[in-house]
């Protein structure tokens, strides 16, 4: 079983829409937990952290289910300039920096 | 600022030359990284420096070799690259190193001929 698995998608949604993407994550004992933007031949840039209270950022809301070991991210309102690949990324779990990523999910919004 | 950044942004080299790529940052962080991708998967793990020292190789070939000047620099020596080294090479840097956000720069994009 990979340690993050991610649906690659890709999504493709009409501008507006609603989409959700979810990961899972098999270390019980990762402690930190990040939603990356990856945009085509671009660097990933940190969309957000993950909290178990869930946070929200505009049009974006990230929750963590640490008992089903699934991070969730919601985008409302999809922009064109969502389209991008979004990276579920775990940090190490003990004194490591080591990140585990997600093979990452694809959004195509459309006009 | 998380600005992180990288020079230079594209490389094309023979398999005989040796060239370095650069990663600067200014954030005052004290981890930096080393990260290679390929087209359409996620960045792989090289190399970790703490407070200056390698802490983590993950088993990378030594025609690779990391160099951290100081706080602030890093460097990725190559010699002897094969067309299959051909990436993109991302460089972070963190505050810390357990589960701290990383930053990334915008990567060196690297053709092995």
């Known amino acids: 079983r990979k340690e993050v698995e991610q649906d690659p998608g890709p999504f493709n949604v009409p501008e507006g829409a609603t989409v959700a993407f979810n990961c899972t994550y098999s270390n019980s004992a990762s402690q930190s937990f990040f939603w990356y933007r990856q945009d085509c031949r671009k660097e990933p840039k940190l969309l957000m952290s993950v909290y178990s209270s869930g946070n929200e950022d505009g049009r974006f809301t990230a929750q963590l289910n640490r008992a089903s070991q699934y991070i969730s991210l919601l985008i409302r309102d999809s922009k064109l300039s969502d389209s991008a690949t979004y990276l579920c990324v775990l940090g190490g779990s003990g004194n490591t920096g080591k990140l585990i990523f997600g093979q990452g999910t694809t959004l195509q919004v459309k006009p | 600022d998380t600005e992180v950044t990288q020079t230079p942004k594209h490389l094309v080299m023979g398999m005989t030359n040796k060239k370095s790529l650069k990663c600067e940052q200014h954030?005052?962080?004290?981890?930096m990284y080393w990260y290679k991708q390929k087209a359409k998967k996620p960045p792989e793990l090289m190399f970790v420096?703490?407070?200056?020292?390698?802490?983590i190789n993950e088993s990378v070939p030594s025609r690779f070799s990391p160099e951290c000047p100081n706080s602030s620099l890093l460097n990725l020596h190559l010699h002897a690259l094969q067309p299959e080294d051909s990436a993109l090479y991302l460089c972070a840097s963190s505050q810390g190193e357990a589960g701290d956000t990383q930053y990334f720069g915008p990567g060196t994009r690297l053709t092995v001929l």
């Open positions: 954030m005052g962080h004290r981890a």
């Open positions: 420096y703490s407070y200056e020292k390698l802490s």
